[in-house]
């Protein structure tokens, strides 16, 4: 069974620090794995995609790595900013037109003065 | 260019009610997706729609659950009727194309809670 492991559940930090979340998958075969933002009552947005040959992407202070042969990935917020305060959701996909993703139940950051 | 529109944002119904969610994907995608995302969970997919043509329903409870996306483009999810774990945000996404490197985009959700 496909399926997707982040930790941790949840966690508080100050601003400017640096932290990083972690995600385990079993998804296969492997398409690519997606790291999302979630704001509260907001939905999903698209932070990065990583295929199976890349193992490191950044967008602006967001940095995720991925290694296809532990199946992990980890995304790392530099310098963090209280509008990181958010749920990130690590969803994988497998391959084929279906476009068949597996969410894990996200990370909660919760950023603080 | 505007994104995917829900409506409405929340709702508050009793169990054995029905409701209906709305969903306008952005202009010119083709594929629809409706996700159930409870609280504390990641979503989960309900239904996938490329054009107006079902592509994937398997988790969608077809005993009260209803969605269709009449001409392709605006598409409407029911539940009838309403069960107390059918509390949850109803997300819609949508894709240029199918295929699992188009990236999704969703809109805001609508926060369902049944008394």
């Known amino acids: 069974k496909n399926q997707v492991e982040q930790s941790p559940q949840s966690l508080i930090i100050l601003e400017g620090k640096n932290c990083t979340l972690q995600c385990n998958y079993t998804v296969s075969p492997f398409s690519n794995l997606r790291w999302y933002k979630q704001d509260t009552g907001r939905g999903p947005v698209s932070l990065t995609i990583m295929t199976f040959s890349e193992n490191t992407k950044s967008n602006g202070r967001y940095t995720a790595t991925l290694d296809a042969d532990t199946k992990q990935s980890s995304l790392h917020i530099t310098a963090s900013q209280l509008s990181d305060s958010a749920s990130y959701i690590c969803?994988?996909?497998?391959?084929?037109?279906?476009?068949?993703?597996?969410f894990g139940t996200g990370t909660r950051l919760q950023v603080t003065l | 260019e505007a994104g995917v529109a829900q409506s409405p944002r929340y709702k508050i119904i009793e169990k054995r009610q029905s409701v209906a969610f709305w969903c306008n994907p952005i202009?010119?995608?083709?594929?629809l997706y409706w996700y159930q995302q409870i609280l504390g969970q990641g979503p989960k997919l309900l239904i996938q729609f490329q054009n107006n043509g079902v592509v994937d329903d398997s988790q969608l409870p077809k005993d009260r659950f209803s969605a269709e996306r009449l001409k392709g483009v605006d598409s409407t999810l029911k539940i009838q009727p309403a069960k107390l774990e059918d509390s949850a945000v109803y997300l819609c996404?949508?894709?240029?194309?199918?295929?699992?490197?188009?990236?999704?985009?969703f809109g805001p959700g609508t926060r369902l809670t049944v008394l």
């Open positions: 996404a949508s894709s240029l194309l199918a295929g699992s490197y188009n990236e999704q985009f």
């Open positions: 969803v994988v996909s497998s391959t084929g037109t279906a476009s068949k993703l597996t």
């Open positions: 202009s010119g995608h083709a594929t």
